[in-house]
């Protein structure tokens, strides 16, 4: 088991930043992805940035230029830094864990979810 703790959302003015952690513990070892994603009011949950095993990165194409996924394995911590935050942003954001080859922005293979932390960006 992988358990997953997110922190770092909040409500942010366009144009501005923010930095989401997730902290992970158990098994971590198990897992050679990790992700984050979205979901907006009445809409699907998305896939925003995955990293991979060797550091391979992958992005949404609505925020590449824009977020920058990382990762600290002394830590255990995954980071999504947050720029130039715009009201589409808004959503809750999860951090999640699981596997797969590095193909898209979220773990072909998601097994693990966190609970979520709410970020809003204001017009």
């Known amino acids: 088991q992988v358990q997953l703790v997110e922190s770092g959302g909040g409500s942010v003015q366009a144009g501005g930043s923010l930095r989401l952690s997730c902290a992970a513990s158990?098994?971590?070892?198990?897992?050679?992805?990790l992700s984050w994603f979205r979901q907006a009011p009445g809409k699907e949950r998305e896939g925003v940035a995955a990293?991979?095993?060797?550091?391979?990165?992958n992005y949404a194409d609505s925020v590449k230029g824009r977020f920058t996924i990382s990762q600290d394995h002394l830590e255990n911590t995954l980071y999504l830094q947050m720029n130039s935050l715009k009201p589409e942003d808004t959503a809750m954001y999860y951090c999640?864990?699981?596997?797969?080859?590095?193909?898209?922005?979220?773990?072909?293979?998601?097994?693990?979810w966190g609970q979520g932390t709410q970020v809003t960006v204001s017009s």
């Open positions: 999640a864990a699981g596997g797969g080859a590095p193909s898209a922005a979220y773990c072909p293979i998601t097994t693990y």
């Open positions: 158990g098994n971590t070892y198990s897992t050679n992805c």
């Open positions: 990293i991979y095993s060797g550091g391979i990165t």
